[in-house]
T-cell receptor, first 112, second 111 residues
Framework: DAGVIQSPRHEVTEMGQEVTLRCKPISGHDYLFWYRQTMMRGLELLIY????????DSGMPEDRFSAKMPNASFSTLKIQPSEPRDSAVYFC??????????FGQGTRLTVV | TQLLEQSPQFLSIQEGENLTVYCNSS?????LQWYRQEPGEGPVLLVTVVTGGEVKKLKRLTFQFGDARKDSSLHITAAQPGDTGLYLC???????????FGQGTILTVHP
């Protein structure tokens, strides 16, 4: 298996623009997680899905953030409009059990 | 909301030394995981501990789950420069699937 695949690896955008991050989980994994990592706040859980259904989005910082999982093999995290404080590394992870996560390589987002 | 507290935050040691990293919480967990993250990469799962008092060994790494399943430790024997990285503990807590992480311990092993 290729593991969790995220795209793009790096994204630089201007404040106010829409940003879409993409994730392909490991086939057969029922759980998908989106995390944000910064030096100040560490690894924060934004939202997670089980069987394509959002279960807990309490970590999503604002209404500017939205996530979808239209099918078992694809998920997106969208930020609209983006702000400089959104700059971070965003990770997608998937899991079969919900308790052992396999991470992608992350998307480094810079909003200028 | 469960909180996983890791200590120390930073650890800088010489090659060959031993070290222990701690992960503590007031919550009881069904299981707890340890991950290691290198720069530019995502965290990689090292081990899962499930039973209170459980001890697992992975080469020079020893993981222990507290008897009450509220805390865990990671001990590295004879650390090597290749052990350098960010070590994270994680747990699902009472809300199954809500996998949250501690702040991590940044380990630097000098040759």
């Amino acid at each position: 298996d290729a593991g969790v695949i995220q795209s793009p690896r790096h994204e630089v955008t201007e404040m106010g623009q829409e940003v879409t991050l993409r994730c392909k989980p490991i086939s057969g994994h029922d759980y998908l997680f989106w995390y944000r990592q910064t030096m100040m706040r560490g690894l924060e859980l934004l939202i997670y899905f089980n069987n394509n259904v959002p279960i807990d989005d309490s970590g999503m910082p604002e209404d500017r953030f939205s996530a979808k999982m239209p099918n078992a093999s694809f998920s997106t995290l969208k930020i609209q409009p983006s702000e400089p404080r959104d700059s971070a590394v965003y990770f997608c992870a998937s899991s079969w059990t919900g308790e052992e996560a396999f991470f992608g390589q992350g998307t480094r987002l810079t909003v200028v | 909301t469960q909180l996983l507290e890791q200590s120390p935050q930073f650890l800088s040691i010489q090659e060959g030394e031993n070290l222990t990293v701690y992960c503590n919480s007031s919550s009881v967990f069904s299981s707890l995981q340890w991950y290691r993250q290198e720069p530019g990469e995502g965290p990689v799962l090292l081990v899962t501990v499930v039973t209170g008092g459980e001890v697992k060994k992975l080469k020079r790494l020893t993981f222990q789950f507290g008897d009450a399943r509220k805390d865990s430790s990671l001990h590295i024997t004879a650390a090597q420069p290749g052990d350098t990285g960010l070590y994270l503990c994680a747990a699902g807590g009472t809300s199954y699937g809500k996998l949250t992480f501690g702040q991590g311990t940044i380990l630097t092993v000098h040759p």
